[in-house]
Protein backbone atom coordinates (compact mmCIF):
# COMPACT_ATOMS: atom_id res chain seq x y z
CA UNK A 1 0.00 0.00 0.00
CA UNK A 2 1.26 3.37 -0.89
CA UNK A 3 1.87 6.00 1.62
CA UNK A 4 0.00 9.24 1.38
CA UNK A 5 2.63 12.20 2.19
CA UNK A 6 2.53 13.43 5.80
CA UNK A 7 0.66 16.51 4.77
CA UNK A 8 -2.36 14.78 4.93
CA UNK A 9 -2.92 14.41 8.52
CA UNK A 10 -1.67 18.25 8.68
CA UNK A 11 -4.11 20.08 6.88
CA UNK A 12 -3.50 23.45 5.63
CA UNK A 13 -6.69 25.51 6.86
CA UNK A 14 -7.91 28.42 5.64
CA UNK A 15 -7.01 31.40 7.15
CA UNK A 16 -10.42 32.86 8.81
CA UNK A 17 -11.37 33.62 12.03
CA UNK A 18 -14.90 31.94 11.41
CA UNK A 19 -13.58 29.19 9.96
CA UNK A 20 -13.63 25.89 12.15
CA UNK A 21 -10.23 23.59 12.31
CA UNK A 22 -11.11 20.16 11.06
CA UNK A 23 -12.10 17.32 13.96
CA UNK A 24 -9.76 14.72 14.47
CA UNK A 25 -12.27 12.73 13.65
CA UNK A 26 -12.95 14.46 9.94
CA UNK A 27 -9.02 14.43 9.64
CA UNK A 28 -9.04 10.94 10.37
CA UNK A 29 -11.76 10.14 8.00
CA UNK A 30 -10.21 11.70 5.04
CA UNK A 31 -6.77 10.51 5.21
CA UNK A 32 -8.27 6.94 5.29
CA UNK A 33 -10.59 7.95 2.16
CA UNK A 34 -7.40 9.41 0.71
CA UNK A 35 -5.19 5.95 1.57
CA UNK A 36 -7.93 3.40 0.18
CA UNK A 37 -8.64 5.75 -3.29
CA UNK A 38 -4.92 6.33 -4.27
CA UNK A 39 -6.16 9.72 -3.80
CA UNK A 40 -2.72 12.19 -4.12
CA UNK A 41 -4.18 15.46 -2.75
CA UNK A 42 -7.54 16.97 -2.12
CA UNK A 43 -9.24 20.47 -0.97
CA UNK A 44 -12.00 20.34 0.90
CA UNK A 45 -14.78 23.15 2.08
CA UNK A 46 -17.86 23.14 4.30
CA UNK A 47 -20.49 25.97 4.25
CA UNK A 48 -23.89 26.94 6.07
CA UNK A 49 -26.22 29.82 5.01
CA UNK A 50 -24.17 31.68 6.85
CA UNK A 51 -21.04 31.31 5.50
CA UNK A 52 -17.66 28.79 5.46
CA UNK A 53 -17.33 26.83 8.29
CA UNK A 54 -14.24 24.57 7.28
CA UNK A 55 -12.00 25.02 4.15
CA UNK A 56 -8.27 22.66 4.64
CA UNK A 57 -6.23 21.14 1.89
CA UNK A 58 -4.65 17.63 2.78
CA UNK A 59 -1.84 15.51 0.89
CA UNK A 60 0.15 16.49 -2.12
CA UNK A 61 -1.11 19.31 -5.33
CA UNK A 62 2.00 18.35 -6.82
CA UNK A 63 3.87 14.89 -5.94
CA UNK A 64 7.13 16.30 -7.63
CA UNK A 65 7.58 19.26 -5.29
CA UNK A 66 5.54 17.98 -2.26
CA UNK A 67 3.32 21.13 -2.50
CA UNK A 68 0.56 21.16 -0.21
CA UNK A 69 -3.04 21.86 -1.41
CA UNK A 70 -4.91 24.24 0.46
CA UNK A 71 -8.76 26.02 0.11
CA UNK A 72 -7.32 28.64 -2.67
CA UNK A 73 -5.79 25.35 -4.93
CA UNK A 74 -6.86 25.48 -8.22
CA UNK A 75 -8.20 22.43 -9.57
CA UNK A 76 -10.59 21.61 -13.44
CA UNK A 77 -14.35 21.54 -12.33
CA UNK A 78 -15.32 19.15 -15.30
CA UNK A 79 -19.01 18.25 -14.72
CA UNK A 80 -19.38 20.46 -11.98
CA UNK A 81 -19.64 22.95 -14.33
CA UNK A 82 -22.91 22.12 -15.59
CA UNK A 83 -24.66 23.24 -12.02
CA UNK A 84 -23.17 26.50 -12.92
CA UNK A 85 -24.60 26.15 -16.59
CA UNK A 86 -28.21 25.60 -15.54
CA UNK A 87 -28.08 28.37 -12.94
CA UNK A 88 -27.45 30.99 -16.16
CA UNK A 89 -30.18 29.32 -17.85
CA UNK A 90 -32.12 29.58 -15.26
CA UNK A 91 -31.02 33.57 -14.71
CA UNK A 92 -31.92 33.79 -18.13
CA UNK A 93 -35.45 32.63 -17.65
CA UNK A 94 -36.33 34.98 -14.63
CA UNK A 95 -35.25 37.62 -16.83
CA UNK A 96 -37.24 36.75 -19.64
CA UNK A 97 -34.79 36.05 -21.88
CA UNK A 98 -34.84 32.31 -22.20
CA UNK A 99 -38.27 30.43 -22.79
CA UNK A 100 -37.59 27.07 -21.18
CA UNK A 101 -39.68 24.84 -22.96
CA UNK A 102 -39.53 26.15 -26.60
CA UNK A 103 -37.99 24.36 -28.69
CA UNK A 104 -34.21 24.62 -28.96
CA UNK A 105 -34.23 25.01 -32.50
CA UNK A 106 -35.33 28.44 -32.02
CA UNK A 107 -32.19 29.42 -30.94
CA UNK A 108 -30.13 27.29 -32.38
CA UNK A 109 -31.33 25.83 -35.74
CA UNK A 110 -29.03 22.81 -36.07
CA UNK A 111 -30.27 21.54 -32.93
CA UNK A 112 -33.23 20.59 -34.61
CA UNK A 113 -34.45 17.13 -33.43
CA UNK A 114 -35.24 14.40 -36.42
CA UNK A 115 -39.46 14.09 -36.37
CA UNK A 116 -42.41 16.07 -34.95
CA UNK A 117 -40.92 16.18 -31.05
CA UNK A 118 -38.78 18.75 -30.68
CA UNK A 119 -36.36 19.38 -27.06
CA UNK A 120 -36.51 22.52 -24.99
CA UNK A 121 -33.97 23.86 -22.91
CA UNK A 122 -35.41 21.84 -20.12
CA UNK A 123 -35.08 18.44 -21.46
CA UNK A 124 -31.57 19.42 -22.82
CA UNK A 125 -30.76 20.95 -18.60
CA UNK A 126 -32.98 17.63 -16.59
CA UNK A 127 -30.96 15.29 -19.38
CA UNK A 128 -34.23 13.92 -20.89
CA UNK A 129 -33.38 15.50 -24.63
CA UNK A 130 -32.74 12.13 -26.04
CA UNK A 131 -29.16 13.18 -27.05
CA UNK A 132 -25.96 10.57 -27.25
CA UNK A 133 -23.40 10.53 -24.92
CA UNK A 134 -20.29 10.27 -27.04
CA UNK A 135 -16.88 9.86 -24.83
CA UNK A 136 -15.19 13.43 -24.73
CA UNK A 137 -11.85 12.09 -23.87
CA UNK A 138 -10.55 14.28 -26.59
CA UNK A 139 -13.10 17.32 -26.10
CA UNK A 140 -9.62 19.13 -24.25
CA UNK A 141 -6.02 20.57 -25.39
CA UNK A 142 -2.93 21.63 -23.40
CA UNK A 143 -2.59 24.81 -22.15
CA UNK A 144 0.32 25.37 -24.91
CA UNK A 145 -2.13 24.39 -27.43
CA UNK A 146 -5.22 26.26 -29.00
CA UNK A 147 -8.58 24.31 -28.53
CA UNK A 148 -11.36 23.91 -30.90
CA UNK A 149 -14.44 26.75 -30.58
CA UNK A 150 -17.46 24.99 -28.93
CA UNK A 151 -19.99 25.96 -31.36
CA UNK A 152 -17.92 24.24 -34.07
CA UNK A 153 -17.30 21.26 -31.54
CA UNK A 154 -20.94 20.85 -31.12
CA UNK A 155 -22.20 21.38 -34.78
CA UNK A 156 -19.53 18.63 -36.27
CA UNK A 157 -21.19 16.38 -33.16
CA UNK A 158 -25.04 17.08 -34.11
CA UNK A 159 -24.20 16.05 -37.70
CA UNK A 160 -23.76 12.79 -36.48
CA UNK A 161 -26.79 10.11 -38.09
CA UNK A 162 -27.50 9.48 -34.50
CA UNK A 163 -27.25 12.49 -32.29
CA UNK A 164 -30.62 12.24 -31.25
CA UNK A 165 -30.26 8.79 -29.92
CA UNK A 166 -33.21 8.18 -27.56
CA UNK A 167 -37.00 9.66 -27.33
CA UNK A 168 -36.84 13.64 -26.98
CA UNK A 169 -39.04 13.58 -23.44
CA UNK A 170 -38.07 10.06 -21.92
CA UNK A 171 -35.81 8.79 -19.29
CA UNK A 172 -33.20 10.84 -18.30
CA UNK A 173 -29.59 10.31 -19.85
CA UNK A 174 -26.61 11.91 -18.94
CA UNK A 175 -25.70 13.82 -21.72
CA UNK A 176 -22.10 16.32 -21.71
CA UNK A 177 -23.75 16.52 -25.35
CA UNK A 178 -26.76 18.15 -23.88
CA UNK A 179 -24.94 20.77 -21.78
CA UNK A 180 -22.43 21.40 -24.74
CA UNK A 181 -25.85 22.45 -26.67
CA UNK A 182 -27.03 24.52 -23.72
CA UNK A 183 -24.13 26.65 -23.39
CA UNK A 184 -24.63 27.52 -27.41
CA UNK A 185 -28.78 28.32 -26.09
CA UNK A 186 -27.40 30.45 -23.43
CA UNK A 187 -25.32 31.93 -25.76
CA UNK A 188 -28.20 32.61 -28.43
CA UNK A 189 -30.64 33.54 -25.67
CA UNK A 190 -27.88 36.11 -24.28
CA UNK A 191 -26.67 37.88 -26.96
CA UNK A 192 -23.18 37.13 -26.11
CA UNK A 193 -20.20 34.65 -25.35
CA UNK A 194 -21.37 32.24 -22.90
CA UNK A 195 -18.59 32.68 -20.82
CA UNK A 196 -18.71 36.25 -20.83
CA UNK A 197 -22.91 35.35 -19.55
CA UNK A 198 -21.71 33.10 -16.85
CA UNK A 199 -19.38 35.48 -15.69
CA UNK A 200 -20.89 38.55 -15.20
CA UNK A 201 -24.51 37.39 -14.23
CA UNK A 202 -23.47 34.02 -11.97
CA UNK A 203 -19.75 34.07 -10.94
CA UNK A 204 -19.18 37.83 -9.93
CA UNK A 205 -22.56 38.61 -8.01
CA UNK A 206 -21.92 35.29 -6.17
CA UNK A 207 -18.69 36.29 -5.29
CA UNK A 208 -16.76 33.43 -7.13
CA UNK A 209 -13.58 35.98 -8.03
CA UNK A 210 -11.45 33.22 -8.94
CA UNK A 211 -13.14 30.93 -10.58
CA UNK A 212 -13.51 31.17 -14.48
CA UNK A 213 -12.95 28.98 -17.87
CA UNK A 214 -8.79 29.68 -17.54
CA UNK A 215 -6.44 29.86 -14.99
CA UNK A 216 -5.86 32.10 -12.28
CA UNK A 217 -2.13 33.39 -13.38
CA UNK A 218 -0.33 33.59 -9.92
CA UNK A 219 -2.52 31.23 -7.95
CA UNK A 220 -1.51 27.35 -7.06
CA UNK A 221 -2.52 24.78 -9.15
CA UNK A 222 -3.14 20.99 -8.53
CA UNK A 223 -1.23 18.82 -11.05
CA UNK A 224 -3.65 15.85 -12.15
CA UNK A 225 -2.74 12.54 -11.44
CA UNK A 226 -3.59 9.16 -13.63
CA UNK A 227 -2.74 6.03 -11.23
CA UNK A 228 -1.72 3.46 -14.51
CA UNK A 229 0.68 0.92 -14.49
CA UNK A 230 3.86 1.49 -16.53
CA UNK A 231 3.22 -0.24 -19.23
CA UNK A 232 0.02 1.36 -20.13
CA UNK A 233 1.48 4.92 -20.39
CA UNK A 234 1.89 4.93 -24.30
CA UNK A 235 -1.44 4.26 -24.64
CA UNK A 236 -2.65 6.69 -22.36
CA UNK A 237 -0.44 9.17 -24.40
CA UNK A 238 -1.68 8.74 -27.33
CA UNK A 239 -5.46 8.56 -26.23
CA UNK A 240 -5.13 11.70 -24.92
CA UNK A 241 -4.52 14.92 -26.42
CA UNK A 242 -1.50 15.78 -27.49
CA UNK A 243 0.83 17.75 -25.02
CA UNK A 244 -1.57 16.50 -21.88
CA UNK A 245 0.10 13.57 -20.42
CA UNK A 246 3.24 14.14 -18.37
CA UNK A 247 6.32 12.82 -16.51
CA UNK A 248 5.40 9.72 -14.11
CA UNK A 249 6.14 9.90 -9.94
CA UNK A 250 5.94 6.59 -8.85
CA UNK A 251 2.77 5.18 -9.81
CA UNK A 252 1.15 8.11 -10.97
CA UNK A 253 1.25 9.51 -14.31
CA UNK A 254 1.12 13.34 -14.22
CA UNK A 255 -1.02 15.26 -16.79
CA UNK A 256 0.29 19.02 -18.15
CA UNK A 257 -2.21 21.93 -17.64
CA UNK A 258 -5.06 21.65 -20.08
CA UNK A 259 -8.50 22.80 -20.54
CA UNK A 260 -11.37 21.50 -21.52
CA UNK A 261 -13.06 22.44 -25.27
CA UNK A 262 -16.66 22.60 -23.72
CA UNK A 263 -17.01 25.22 -21.39
CA UNK A 264 -20.77 24.71 -20.63
CA UNK A 265 -20.59 20.96 -19.92
CA UNK A 266 -17.07 20.99 -18.29
CA UNK A 267 -15.02 24.08 -18.30
CA UNK A 268 -14.61 26.07 -15.35
CA UNK A 269 -10.85 26.12 -13.10
CA UNK A 270 -11.54 27.31 -9.79
CA UNK A 271 -11.26 26.65 -6.20
CA UNK A 272 -13.32 24.82 -3.34
CA UNK A 273 -13.79 28.36 -1.70
CA UNK A 274 -15.81 29.52 -4.61
CA UNK A 275 -17.28 26.10 -5.02
CA UNK A 276 -18.32 26.19 -1.58
CA UNK A 277 -19.55 30.10 -2.74
CA UNK A 278 -21.74 28.46 -5.66
CA UNK A 279 -23.15 25.81 -2.54
CA UNK A 280 -24.28 28.74 -0.58
CA UNK A 281 -26.27 30.63 -3.15
CA UNK A 282 -28.37 27.30 -3.58
CA UNK A 283 -28.59 27.50 0.34
CA UNK A 284 -29.98 30.85 0.16
CA UNK A 285 -32.50 30.44 -2.34
CA UNK A 286 -31.06 32.21 -5.45
CA UNK A 287 -29.19 34.88 -2.82
CA UNK A 288 -25.88 35.38 -1.63
CA UNK A 289 -23.92 38.29 0.61
CA UNK A 290 -26.56 40.85 -1.02
CA UNK A 291 -26.51 39.72 -4.63
CA UNK A 292 -29.16 37.73 -5.81
CA UNK A 293 -28.55 35.06 -9.11
CA UNK A 294 -32.09 33.51 -9.02
CA UNK A 295 -35.36 34.07 -7.94
CA UNK A 296 -36.34 31.97 -4.61
CA UNK A 297 -38.78 30.06 -6.67
CA UNK A 298 -36.41 28.95 -9.07
CA UNK A 299 -33.64 27.87 -7.17
CA UNK A 300 -36.01 25.32 -5.39
CA UNK A 301 -37.21 24.10 -8.49
CA UNK A 302 -33.86 23.12 -9.43
CA UNK A 303 -33.66 21.08 -6.47
CA UNK A 304 -36.52 18.72 -7.49
CA UNK A 305 -35.05 15.29 -9.19
CA UNK A 306 -38.58 14.11 -11.06
CA UNK A 307 -36.48 12.95 -14.10
CA UNK A 308 -35.63 9.04 -12.94
CA UNK A 309 -32.72 7.31 -15.19
CA UNK A 310 -31.04 4.11 -15.32
CA UNK A 311 -28.18 5.52 -12.51
CA UNK A 312 -29.34 9.13 -11.49
CA UNK A 313 -32.01 10.95 -10.79
CA UNK A 314 -32.21 13.83 -12.32
CA UNK A 315 -33.42 17.40 -11.70
CA UNK A 316 -32.37 20.74 -13.38
CA UNK A 317 -28.43 20.67 -13.02
CA UNK A 318 -28.57 18.40 -9.46
CA UNK A 319 -28.73 15.07 -9.67
CA UNK A 320 -28.62 12.02 -6.89
CA UNK A 321 -27.94 8.22 -7.32
CA UNK A 322 -30.85 6.43 -5.66
CA UNK A 323 -30.39 5.86 -2.02
CA UNK A 324 -32.61 5.65 0.85
CA UNK A 325 -33.54 8.75 2.94
CA UNK A 326 -31.15 11.05 0.51
CA UNK A 327 -31.91 14.48 1.91
CA UNK A 328 -29.27 15.82 -0.40
CA UNK A 329 -28.56 16.86 -4.00
CA UNK A 330 -25.45 16.77 -5.94
CA UNK A 331 -23.07 16.71 -8.83
CA UNK A 332 -19.81 15.57 -9.60
CA UNK A 333 -17.06 16.44 -11.38
CA UNK A 334 -14.80 13.63 -12.99
CA UNK A 335 -11.91 13.17 -15.72
CA UNK A 336 -8.62 13.00 -16.76
CA UNK A 337 -6.53 13.88 -13.36
CA UNK A 338 -9.43 15.40 -11.32
CA UNK A 339 -12.19 13.96 -9.26
CA UNK A 340 -14.53 16.09 -7.46
CA UNK A 341 -17.89 16.41 -5.74
CA UNK A 342 -20.06 19.04 -4.27
CA UNK A 343 -23.18 18.35 -2.29
CA UNK A 344 -26.31 20.43 -0.45
CA UNK A 345 -28.10 19.32 2.10
CA UNK A 346 -30.77 22.19 1.90
CA UNK A 347 -33.09 20.69 4.99
CA UNK A 348 -30.02 20.81 6.92
CA UNK A 349 -28.37 24.02 5.77
CA UNK A 350 -24.82 22.57 4.61
CA UNK A 351 -22.87 21.98 1.72
CA UNK A 352 -19.94 20.07 1.56
CA UNK A 353 -17.44 20.14 -1.44
CA UNK A 354 -14.08 18.08 -2.33
CA UNK A 355 -11.54 18.68 -5.14
CA UNK A 356 -8.89 16.27 -5.67
CA UNK A 357 -6.10 15.69 -7.85
CA UNK A 358 -7.12 11.88 -8.87
CA UNK A 359 -8.70 10.51 -11.98
CA UNK A 360 -10.45 7.77 -10.16
CA UNK A 361 -13.28 7.96 -7.63
CA UNK A 362 -13.19 7.79 -4.08
CA UNK A 363 -15.90 6.62 -1.56
CA UNK A 364 -16.28 9.67 0.17
CA UNK A 365 -19.75 8.40 1.81
CA UNK A 366 -18.61 8.09 5.08
CA UNK A 367 -16.85 11.40 5.09
CA UNK A 368 -19.74 13.48 4.30
CA UNK A 369 -22.20 11.41 6.88
CA UNK A 370 -19.88 12.65 9.15
CA UNK A 371 -19.46 15.84 8.01
CA UNK A 372 -23.74 15.83 7.84
CA UNK A 373 -23.43 14.94 11.64
CA UNK A 374 -21.12 17.42 12.87
CA UNK A 375 -22.22 20.64 10.52
CA UNK A 376 -26.12 20.35 10.88
Known amino acids: MRTIPTTTTSPQVASAATTDAPSAQLASEVT ?18 EGLRLAAGFGSANLQQRTPPTSTTEYLWFSMSKIVTAT ?5 ADEGQLDLDAPVGEYVPYLRAPGATQPSTRHLLNHTAGLANPIPIRWAHAVTRHGRDA ?7 MSHRRAYRYPVGGSARYSNLGYLAAGEVISAAAGERFESYVGKHVLEPAGMHHTS ?25 AVLPAGVVGRRHGEFVS ?23 FLRLHLNEGEVDGHRVLEPATCRTMQVLDQPGKTLKHG ?61
Open 32 to 49: AMMRKGHVPGLSLAIVNR
Open 88 to 92: AAMRL
Open 151 to 157: ADLLRRQ
Open 213 to 237: YTYDDGRPRATGYARVPRVVTPALR
Open 255 to 277: LNEFYVDGPAYGGLVGDVLDAAQ
Open 316 to 376: IGWFQRPTANADWVEHFGSGAGFWNVMRLYPARGIGVVVMSNSTTSYDFESLFALVADEYS
